[in-house]
């Protein structure tokens, strides 16, 4: 599931979640109702760690621009 091989290009240290499927069951309303309902909730999930993603590469950029010109107030005051 975390496999780092199968990586996105932006980097993402998250494989895609195989599709599930349940070969011993008999394909009855119940069980098609049961994995739309899991299909669901997998593409759920996924989008939520993407915007995780998201926010956090955010983060990281504003991080990085508050070191920037914390930097560079430290280096006008002559410390």
Do not use: P, T
């Amino acid at each position: 599931m975390f496999n780092s091989n199968s990586a996105h290009s932006r980097g993402s240290k998250y494989s895609q979640v195989r599709s599930y499927s349940d070969s011993d069951s008999d394909s009855s309303d119940d069980n098609i109702e049961e994995d739309d309902f899991i299909q669901r909730e997998i593409r759920q999930q996924q989008m939520m760690m993407k915007q995780q993603d998201d926010g956090l590469e955010m983060l990281g950029q504003s991080a990085e621009r508050l070191s920037k010109i914390s930097m560079g107030i430290h280096e006008e005051l002559g410390h």
